[in-house]
Nanobody
Framework: QVQLVESGGDLVRPGGSLRLSCAAS????????WAWFRQAPDKQREEVAT???????IYSESVKGRFTISRDSARQTVYLQMNGLKPEDTATYYC?????????WGQGTQVTVSS
């Protein structure tokens, strides 16, 4: 089992920055995928940033150039640095771990971008 706990969500003005953290615990294996998803009200969940099992990094077009995903293996923490935030980035952000055919999700952290 893997447990994921997100933090760092907040209310921020357009153009501002936030860093989300995902603290992982449990049986984390070397091969697997880390990702951040988001879901806005009445919209489908969207994958915004991914570290694949081959360590490639992929961003959705909507966040490319503004968001950065990274991982601190020693702390078993995954980060999402978000710069140049826009109102359309408002959503609940979820951390995801995929390994050995299983999927794990955090409880989500709310990001609201508004003036």
């Amino acid at each position: 089992q893997v447990q994921l706990v997100e933090s760092g969500g907040d209310l921020v003005r357009p153009g501002g920055s936030l860093r989300l953290s995902c603290a992982a615990s449990g049986s984390i294996f070397g091969l697997g995928t880390w990702a951040w998803f988001r879901q806005a009200p009445d919209k489908q969940r969207e994958e915004v940033a991914t570290i694949t099992n081959t360590k490639s990094i992929i961003y959705s077009e909507s966040v490319k150039g503004r968001f950065t995903i990274s991982r601190d293996s020693a702390r078993q923490t995954v980060y999402l640095q978000m710069n140049g935030l826009k109102p359309e980035d408002t959503a609940t952000y979820y951390c995801f771990r995929g390994q050995v055919g299983n999927e794990y999700w955090g409880q989500g952290t709310q990001v609201t971008v508004s003036s």
